[in-house]
């Protein structure tokens, strides 16, 4: 399927000047902003163009190689193309990232994303957005393999709930900023550049709480203890991270809040030793059982199992319990149980059982052949 030509993506002339271009993204930016259309996969989608055009055309030498080449000019991936482009297929980055854009001069705040949502002394709250959290959990094998729910409590900042979030003491009211005076900026001359910064005292919305909330002395949030009910899948290992979203700190001022990172240690077990899906674990087994063959139970996570030991069975044999392994996180299909038999020669013997043993030593000639024929004829060259 072709793209969409840039230039008609941003509903500009292709001689169009840079200030044009710059006011014919923000206006489509704003249009198609995911936080402006919330569930909108069109919307997203449209930003998402949008954003890759401005990206392009915004550049000199990426609008040069456009305008001779046009999508061709970035269709290697990785490759850098003729505008020294980075990143995947068409080496775009993620279209957020435009944002971060810093327009004026000094790299002192500004942006694309503080003009459009507040920094350019709009009448709107210039939130920001709460921090991501981790919380570290340990489990056991048996709940890594299974999967678990499990209650988990932690420390956060929530919206204040004396405020609201908004960080004014209730009926006091909104001034505009005596730093800025309502511009949301403040600017500072350097001989013939101008600098531009947000302001600090208002964060760019240009206007000012008249009375600070009492309880959060302006911030918005509190710190609180929060409970959560937490779903572990199955098939989780050391090191998994799992996302709430929006379970992280509550945002100041309105702000998104973030989310809450869970990372997975898996105690070590006792019996069984993870490897991947499977499980593999060692049995000793007395001699005469691996000679004459038998039946035993052996433990799995998911209860007892019926394993059949063959007459003649070596030290070191593994046998597979199919299924009875880890679940795939991903497949949700299960692996195997490894079994590896150990022959156990006893340490002591009664009188009795040495007499049947070097009877039984004596008829099948192991008292004269001690070792096995095999071994005797490739070590036999060195006696």
Do not use: W
């Not at 988990?152 to 009211?173: M, N, Q, T, Y």
């Not at 007892?304 to 070596?314: S, V």
């Not at 049947?356 to 008292?367: H, K």
């Amino acid at each position: 399927m072709a793209k969409e030509d840039y230039y008609a993506l941003l509903g500009i002339e292709r001689n169009a000047s840079a200030e044009e271009m710059k006011k014919a993204y923000r206006k489509k930016a704003m249009q198609f902003h995911p936080d402006r259309n919330p569930g909108d996969k069109k919307a997203e989608e449209m930003f998402k163009k949008v954003s890759e055009a401005y990206e392009v055309l915004q550049d000199a030498d990426k609008r040069a190689a456009y305008d001779r080449f046009g999508h061709a000019a970035f269709e290697t991936p990785g490759s850098g193309g003729p505008g020294g482009m980075r990143g995947g297929a068409g080496g775009f980055h993620d279209p957020f990232d435009i944002f971060r854009e810093v327009f004026s001069q000094g790299g002192g705040g500004g942006g694309i994303f503080e003009e459009m949502f507040g920094g350019g002394g709009g009448g709107h709250e210039a939130g920001r957005d709460g921090a991501d959290l981790r919380y570290d959990l340990e489990i056991t094998l048996e709940e890594a393999a299974r999967g678990m729910e499990k209650e988990i409590s932690f420390r956060k900042l929530v919206a204040c709930s004396h405020c609201d979030g908004s960080g004014a003491e209730p009926g006091s009211k909104r001034v505009t900023c005596p730093t800025c005076r309502g511009a949301g900026q403040i600017r500072r001359s350097g001989g013939i550049i101008v600098f531009a910064q947000t302001c600090p005292t208002c964060g760019g919305s240009g206007k000012k709480t008249e009375k600070a909330c009492t309880v959060c002395r302006g911030e918005g949030r509190t710190p609180k203890t929060t409970k959560l009910n937490l779903r572990v899948p199955p098939g989780v290992d050391t090191g998994s991270r799992l996302r709430s979203a929006g379970n992280g700190e509550a945002g100041a001022a309105g702000g998104a809040p973030g989310d809450l990172y869970i990372v997975i240690t898996v105690k070590e077990h006792e019996l069984f030793e993870r490897q991947g899906d499977n499980l593999f674990c060692e049995i000793p087994i007395k001699f005469t059982l691996a000679t004459l063959g038998g039946v035993i139970e052996v433990p799995t996570l998911s209860g007892k199992a019926t394993l059949k030991i063959p007459a003649g069975t070596q030290s070191g044999t593994t046998f597979r319990l199919r299924d009875r392994g880890v679940t795939n996180l991903r497949s949700g299909h299960p692996g195997d149980q490894l079994v590896r038999v150990h022959v156990e020669v006893p340490s002591s013997l009664s009188a009795e059982q040495r007499r049947i043993l070097e009877e039984f030593a004596r008829v099948s000639g192991d008292a004269a052949e001690p070792t096995s024929r095999s071994f005797f004829e490739k070590a036999k060259k060195f006696f």
